[in-house]
């Protein structure tokens, strides 16, 4: 078992910048690849990010330019620093790991293990 605690959620006006982070703890060797999901109000969740413990790194479109995912193995820590936010940022952001999984261009991500989840953080961009 895997358990994720993400942290650095907040308020803040378009443009602005924050950085979340998701401390894994338990089986943590278990985390072959991590990542950062959200999910808006009515809507389904979708992938913002993700990374591979190799180091390469998969953005959905939305996220390119603006987002940068980082692992740091010895703190057992993902972070997800967002620049430039816009008001259609604002969802919940969750922290997601499995093991023995890939990676595709686009922010795909899949293998024959289960998904862990956090419990969230909220994000919201004001205009």
């Known amino acids: 078992q895997v358990q994720l605690v993400e942290s650095g959620g907040g308020s803040v006006q378009a443009g602005g910048s924050l950085r979340l982070s998701c401390e894994a703890s338990?089986?943590?060797?278990?985390?072959?690849?991590m990542g950062w999901f959200r999910q808006a109000p009515g809507k389904e969740r979708e992938v913002a990010a993700l990374?591979?413990?190799?180091?390469?790194?998969s953005y959905a479109d939305s996220s390119k330019g603006r987002f940068t995912i980082s692992l740091d193995n010895a703190k057992n820590t993902l972070y997800l620093q967002m620049t430039s936010l816009k008001p259609e940022d604002t969802a919940m952001y969750y922290c997601?790991?499995?093991?023995?999984?890939?990676?595709?261009?686009?922010?795909?991500?899949?293998?024959?293990?289960?998904?862990?989840w956090g419990q969230g953080t909220q994000v919201t961009v004001s205009s």
């Open positions: 997601a790991a499995r093991d023995r999984c890939w990676l595709q261009n686009r922010g795909i991500w899949g293998g024959p293990a289960p998904v862990y």
């Open positions: 338990g089986s943590t060797f278990s985390t072959t690849c």
């Open positions: 990374i591979h413990h190799s180091g390469s790194t």
